[in-house]
């Protein structure tokens, strides 16, 4: 398997994950100058996401205003797909288009309008997604638990007292760290993130891929890595006191998964286990009843269940916090703790905005969105009144012009105009409708002559 590299590399999301690791180190070392030493990662993790939403709340707001006009609009929406059931012809379409566009001129919004908002904020979650999966990555003082270098690129030094050093600078270091991944121990702890170590590795390479894996070992893998490697307790103990301290949650630690404590109660039925094991359910269960909460509140306000896409939207919401229960099982407990905060930090902005909602009057907002529309149309040049005079002007001068024309003058142009038909170049448009034409004068001249034969 491949590991999951040091920085997340993505053409997309690596520069916002970068951008976002960035805020959440400079989190991480703020708290821990008001904490006098190490902060806590899961503190860290509910900070980010409430600064992640708080700086996407004017998108949010946008998205849910336009949802209110949608419920308002939809059986407009409604009544013209009704009108124009069953008619398939291009006219009947046409009509139904220019109609359905003339709603959403009336209520000043866009069909795409809430689309903006969720191209914006995706990649942005996903990425945060990223950091938050491979925190030593981006934290500096995390990373600084298992590895202490100096230098980058040819230069590069890991301190041989550091656990990292003690692992990179032993013989046969890529056949024993190579096995040691692929054990099934290892693989499981670490939520199946595996490592593939070569001789083509460069040392940062190789030290940066040892943090990932050693961040996401559980018990029985920190075990494991201790025999393989004949690690003593004065090079690991150090490191594992330290690292479970930043990354304690409510007595778990973020790196597990909640399926690992579950089963390691099961397997050893001890009592401080299951205290664990109830901890650790919990990220699940109440990953699931904030989500559902969060929907609920979001569309406390929109009374028309039966616009367009209803149905699918409710199996939506019905899915999806029931399939982030079940994958809450098996990612690091630290995701599940971001999943519950931002579902809890969405359900407080939308208890807001529904209030704040609540006392704007739509119709005056659908004005004012109106109003917007037509300067926007305006500065387009698009102006209905000055097309319809401008067509209304030129019909009226071709018109007026073909009147003027003598008998004689018409011959000539109608002339001109052959002749210029004639020259037109064999893939012109001219050409082939010639073709056209001399394919109809030849049937009309066949359907005459048969006429007067039977006649």
């Excluded at 806590?40 to 900070?47: A, E, K, R």
């Excluded at 795409?112 to 979650?125: A, D, E, V």
């Excluded at 190579?178 to 070569?198: E, L, R």
């Excluded at 519950?340 to 905005?353: E, N």
Aim: glycine content about 6%.
């Amino acid at each position: 398997m491949d590991i999951v590299l040091t920085k997340y590399p993505g053409a997309i999301l690596g520069p916002i994950a970068r951008v976002l690791g960035f805020v959440m180190n400079g989190i991480y070392e703020f708290l821990c100058l008001i904490a006098g030493g190490e902060a806590n990662v899961g503190v860290t993790i509910i900070i980010l996401t409430i600064i992640i939403y708080t700086a996407l709340y004017p998108l949010t707001y946008k998205q849910q205003k336009f949802s209110r006009l949608s419920a308002k609009m939809n059986p407009e929406i409604q009544e013209i797909q009704k009108k124009y059931k069953g008619k398939k012809d291009q006219v009947s379409m046409q009509k139904m288009q220019e109609e359905t566009q003339a709603v959403y001129h009336k209520y000043g919004v866009s069909p795409t309008g809430s689309c903006l908002q969720l191209i914006i904020q995706m990649p942005i979650l996903f990425a945060l997604y990223r950091v938050f999966y491979n925190i030593p990555a981006y934290v500096n003082k995390v990373k600084e638990i298992f590895l202490l270098s100096t230098g980058s690129g040819d230069t590069f030094k890991v301190n041989t007292d550091c656990i990292v050093g003690q692992i990179v600078y032993q013989d046969n270091f890529l056949t024993k760290m190579t096995n040691f991944v692929s054990d099934p121990i290892v693989a499981k702890s670490a939520a199946q993130v595996g490592a593939t170590f070569t001789a083509t590795n460069t040392l940062e390479q190789n030290a940066n891929y040892v943090v990932d894996v050693l961040y996401k070992l559980n018990e029985p893998g920190r075990d494991l890595l201790e025999q393989t490697f004949s690690l003593g307790p004065s090079i690991t103990e150090p490191v594992w006191t330290k690292l479970d301290h930043v990354n304690n949650f409510i007595g778990l630690n973020i790196s597990d998964t909640p399926w690992y404590h579950i089963t390691n109660w099961w397997n050893n039925k001890t009592t401080a286990l299951l205290g664990l094991a109830v901890l650790a359910l919990l990220i699940p269960v109440l990953s699931y009843i904030t989500q559902m909460l969060s929907i609920k509140v979001s569309q406390a306000n929109l009374k028309n269940p039966d616009q367009p896409g209803g149905a699918s939207m409710k199996i939506m919401n019905l899915l999806m916090p029931l399939m982030s229960f079940v994958i809450c099982f098996s990612v690091p407990v630290g995701l599940g703790v971001y999943w519950i905060g931002s579902a809890v930090v969405r359900t407080v902005q939308m208890l807001y905005m529904n209030k704040k909602l609540d006392k704007i009057n739509l119709e005056d907002l659908i004005a004012k969105n109106e109003e917007k529309m037509k300067k926007k149309r305006e500065k387009m040049g698009i102006r209905a009144d000055q097309i319809r005079s401008n067509a209304s002007l030129s019909t009226k001068s071709n018109v007026e012009f073909a009147s003027s024309l003598t008998e004689e003058q018409r011959e000539e142009i109608l002339d001109k105009a052959a002749e210029v038909k004639k020259k037109a170049r064999p893939d012109s448009m001219a050409a082939k409708a010639n073709l056209v034409k001399e394919f109809n004068e030849r049937n009309n001249k066949q359907a005459n002559k048969e006429k007067e034969n039977n006649e």
